[in-house]
T-cell receptor, first 114, second 115 residues
Framework: DTGVSQDPRHKITKRGQNVTFRCDPI?????LYWYRQTLGQGPEFLTY????????KSRLLSDRFSAERPKGSFSTLEIQRTEQGDSAMYLC????????????FGSGTRLTVV | AQTVTQSQPEMSVQEAETVTLSCTYD???????LFWYKQPPSRQMILVIR??????QNATENRFSVNFQKAAKSFSLKISDSQLGDAAMYFC????????????FGAGTRLFVKA
């Protein structure tokens, strides 16, 4: 297992375009989390899954954002009609369901909206 | 709602010296977990150390140790014998069973290590 993988590492898109990011968690981890991090700030929670169920969404996650985790494996985060304010690092993390030893993070996807 | 506050945007330390990063948090819960994460420049975030709130003993991981003061809701990180590789952003974080172990992060402290 190579840890948590995120793809792509960088994405530049024009305002108004749709983008989709992918996260592959550690295979034994039931929980998967998405966070957004802007420059010089700590990560902000967006949403999380336990297996395939999306159990919580932050108010930060407007209706332009949607996340899925089909079959409880990889997850995708889609942003529709991107805005310049969406420019940020999008982090994925995973953890086992029944313990809290901390998250394993991916390297993130840096989104730039021009 | 839980909050995590890191009041030091930047800190610097001389190589081989000791530095302490501060963190305070606010919660009405009695059972929770606290973490310090390290984010090196352009690299992924990694867990440094973890503390369970019901344990009075402060956690230690090699050169990293914490000072956990539950009543004061304080959770500082001490780095001993600082190394150049310790230069990074350090985030204090809070999590508990409610909300699916959702973790709340502070704004971070950037640590510079001088050779």
């Amino acid at each position: 297992d190579t840890g948590v993988s995120q793809d792509p590492r960088h994405k530049i898109t024009k305002r108004g375009q749709n983008v989709t990011f992918r996260c592959d968690p550690i295979s034994e981890h039931n929980r998967l989390y998405w966070y957004r991090q802007t420059l010089g700030q700590g990560p902000e929670f967006l949403t999380y899954f336990q297996n395939e169920a999306q159990l919580e969404k932050s108010r930060l996650l407007s209706d332009r954002f949607s996340a899925e985790r089909p079959k409880g494996s990889f997850s995708t985060l889609e942003i529709q009609r991107t805005e310049q304010g969406d420019s940020a690092m999008y982090l994925c993390a995973s953890s086992p369901a029944q313990s809290l030893y901390g998250y394993t993070f991916g390297s993130g996807t840096r989104l730039t909206v021009v | 709602a839980q909050t995590v506050t890191q009041s030091q945007p930047e800190m610097s330390v001389q190589e081989a010296e000791t530095v302490t990063l501060s963190c305070t948090y606010d919660t009405s819960e009695s059972d929770y977990y606290l973490f310090w994460y390290k984010q090196p420049p352009s690299r992924q975030m990694i867990l440094v150390i973890r503390q369970e709130a019901y344990k009075q003993q402060n956690a230690t991981e090699n050169r990293f140790s914490v000072n956990f003061q539950k009543a004061a809701k304080s959770f500082s990180l001490k780095i001993s014998d600082s190394q150049l590789g310790d230069a990074a952003m350090y985030f204090c974080a809070f999590s508990n069973y409610t909300g699916g172990f959702k973790t709340i992060f502070g704004a971070g402290t950037r640590l510079f290590v001088k050779a």
